[in-house]
């Protein structure tokens, strides 16, 4: 009795404390591969979505009730008929979705680039309850990328940006069929790449927002508003309202501020989401395209100011809503524990799922003759990088009785991009460990002198750090350094894409890996 009053005692003041906690949080939000945010608002819930690339499932999904500590709650795209990704590279796949409520239904859209529907690229899903399950695509006429939905006055508007402007139509919501001409109604100022639009009712004003300047260090969102849907658009005269190449953005770690999202919260209060990157090395960056929130308040002409003076910052002292408490990301997957992968764990393109099991044992892994620099899917299961500084380890055995074989880490940018720590069986009953890198077609490795008994469980370990990423490996209680390489190679200036690194279990060829636990930890 005395114990449970005590921890019930407890419970209040941590539940006490959580919920009093009103100003201050840290940029990014949402850290790693996780770009082209949008949210939206249902009552006193939040969730966001953001862009996937050539990773299967695809456009995750979090739920937060503060805007700033987020859950992922799944995947909006989880089964092959509604993302077909092949050939996929980190060019093409999942763009921008943009998610929205109205009406009891959810709606996400977006653009499947490379893999639409005769030649279509633009359609939505939708639900009822956000966990899903989420309808099959309906497709759409208009093209460009980048759609988004406004729900007005019995009516579904659908923009997007064919032929470097946004365009705008009136679509039926139920079957997606083109109610009215695709017009064009706004350029925006001048920046290369008009794309990211998002129109908003407030006031009697429509406004469109978007992004503008590329999607690299030049980027900015700008805005402008009409009284008709369809324009003509005047631009706030203080565009851009959220840029970092102004001089007082010079030494920020966070840069390439871009397509954004707003959203009026349940206080009244109003936000943005938006993406941006922090260089680490040598001004390249590698963690992707992340998740960015900024306060918004709206000036006397009636346009929206973003944190005061169009940046934002790591620390952000302002005020916010009530927060939850934060989750620590640290965290040890213990796979003979857990009966399905969590929703943060993405494979390449269209997995063959009988490749990958889940027992008391552990995720096994089976090889196939499909290698990581193939453009079809490799055995491959990964979590995203999400901080600069980090130490991922997993145990890893592998049976390769049936002949050649390699299974263990790999630090993946893209297909011509990666460094791969493994274990490989020459099918002699011995192993080594093997440290590779592969960047387009040049390849070198390095190889652990020692002999390893097949079936060994090692443990293998990747420190990230802002310019180096260090590789050991842990053998029966004994560690060894197989060395270093340079993080500049697999950073998006290098490898190019729209996606970050992610860090991932794999096998090739004819073997099998057994993987007991994974452990991912920022420093
Ligand atoms: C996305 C576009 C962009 O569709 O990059 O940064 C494209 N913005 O809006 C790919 O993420």
Redesign the pocket.
């Known amino acids: 009795m005395k114990h449970i009053l005590l921890s019930s005692v407890l419970a209040t003041v941590v539940l006490h404390a959580a919920a009093s906690v009103t100003q201050g949080y840290v940029n990014p939000v949402i850290p790693g591969f996780y770009?082209?945010p949008s949210v939206c608002r249902v009552g006193d819930d939040y969730y966001l979505v953001n862009?996937s690339f050539q990773y299967f499932p695809g456009v995750p999904l979090f739920h937060s009730k503060d805007l700033i500590h987020w859950d992922q709650i799944g995947n909006v795209l989880d089964r092959e008929s509604q993302l077909p990704l092949k050939g996929a590279s980190a060019w093409l796949g999942i763009?921008?979705p943009t998610i929205r409520y109205n009406d009891g239904t959810y709606y996400m859209i977006t653009?499947n680039v490379g893999n639409g529907d005769n030649g279509r690229g633009n359609f939505f899903v939708t639900a009822t309850g956000p966990a899903g399950p989420w309808s099959d695509p309906i497709w759409l006429d208009q093209g460009g990328?980048?759609p988004s939905l406004l729900f007005d006055e019995g009516k579904t508007y659908f923009v997007s940006n064919p032929d470097g402007a946004i365009w705008l139509c009136e679509i039926d919501a139920a079957t997606g069929r083109q109610l009215t001409e695709s017009r064009r109604i706004w350029e925006g100022t001048g920046g290369r790449h008009p794309?990211?639009p998002h129109i908003y009712k407030k006031d009697g004003w429509y406004y469109l927002m978007i992004?503008e300047g590329g999607?690299e260090m030049g980027?900015m969102v700008t805005i402008a508003r009409s009284r008709d849907i369809y324009g003509p658009y005047e631009a706030n005269p203080d565009n851009p309202i959220l840029y970092h190449q102004r001089k007082i953005a010079q030494s920020n770690p966070i840069q390439g501020t871009?397509?954004a999202d707003l959203v009026e919260a349940h206080d009244g209060s109003w936000w943005l989401v938006c993406?941006a990157f922090r260089p680490q090395t040598n001004n390249m960056h590698l963690t992707g395209?992340e998740t960015y929130l900024a306060p918004v308040t709206w000036n006397a002409q009636g346009w929206p100011v973003v944190n005061g003076d169009g940046t934002i910052s790591v620390n952000m002292d302002v005020a916010t809503l009530p927060q939850s408490d934060a989750m620590d990301r640290s965290v040890t997957y213990d796979f003979t524990q857990i009966d399905r992968m969590p929703f943060n764990w993405v494979y390449l393109r269209n997995p063959d799922m009988s490749n990958y099991r889940l027992s008391p044992d552990g995720l096994s892994l089976r090889g196939t003759s499909v290698d990581l620099n193939s453009i079809g899917s490799p055995t491959y299961v990964a979590v995203r990088q999400q901080d600069i500084d980090f130490t991922a380890s997993a145990v890893v055995s592998l049976d390769a009785s049936a002949g050649n074989a390699e299974a263990g880490i790999s630090v993946y940018m893209d297909v011509a991009s990666h460094y791969d720590f493994f274990l490989d069986d020459s099918g002699d009953g011995s192993q080594c460990v093997v440290l590779r890198y592969q960047l387009n077609s040049i390849s070198g490795e390095r190889k652990l002198p020692l002999d390893i008994k097949s079936g060994t469980p090692v443990s293998l370990t990747v420190k990230g750090t802002a310019d180096r990423y260090d590789f050991s490996c842990e053998i029966d209680g004994m560690t060894h350094s197989l060395g270093q390489l340079d993080t500049r190679y697999l950073s998006t200036e290098t490898a190019g894409g729209?996606t970050g690194v992610t860090i991932g279990l794999f096998a090739v060829g004819d073997g099998t890996a057994l993987v007991r636990s994974f452990n991912y930890k920022p420093e």
């Open positions: 770009p082209d862009s763009y921008a653009t990328i980048d794309e990211a992004a999607t980027h871009g397509h993406l395209r729209f």
